[in-house]
Nanobody
Framework: QAQLVESGGGLVQAGDSLRLSCEISGYSFKELAIGWFRQAPGKERQFVAGINRSGKTTEFTESVKGRFTISRDGAKNSVTLQMNSLKPEDTGVYFC?????????????????WGQGTQVTVSS
């Protein structure tokens, strides 16, 4: 059973940057593909970014391409989501999720483990 803990959320202005971290424990990190999802009030959880098990393949939703990057550190069992040029529409609760598999999947239902979420608020 993996445990995921997110950190790094906060309140920023449009154009600012934030770095979210997800620390994973309780499961072999190298066997997990990781995804970041966000959920705005009254909306469904949406895929934002993901990184495959090896770290060689990443995927992003169209609206964050060119602004967000994702990376993983096997020594720290952690995944980082770097968010630049933030926009008000990036506001939401950001969740880190892990799935036992090689590739990134954009469907939330395919993920086995979830963190508790961290709030990101971008003011205009």
């Amino acid at each position: 059973q993996a445990q995921l803990v997110e950190s790094g959320g906060g309140l920023v202005q449009a154009g600012d940057s934030l770095r979210l971290s997800c620390e994973i424990s309780g499961y072999s990190f190298k066997e997990l593909a990781i995804g970041w999802f966000r959920q705005a009030p009254g909306k469904e959880r949406q895929f934002v970014a993901g990184i495959n098990r090896s770290g060689k393949t990443t995927e992003f939703t169209e609206s964050v391409k060119g602004r967000f990057t994702i990376s993983r550190d096997g020594a720290k069992n952690s995944v980082t989501l770097q968010m630049n040029s933030l926009k008000p529409e990036d506001t939401g609760v950001y969740f880190c999720a892990a799935r036992r598999g090689l590739v990134v999947i954009t469907r939330a239902a395919e993920y086995d483990y979830w963190g508790q979420g961290t709030q990101v608020t971008v003011s205009s």
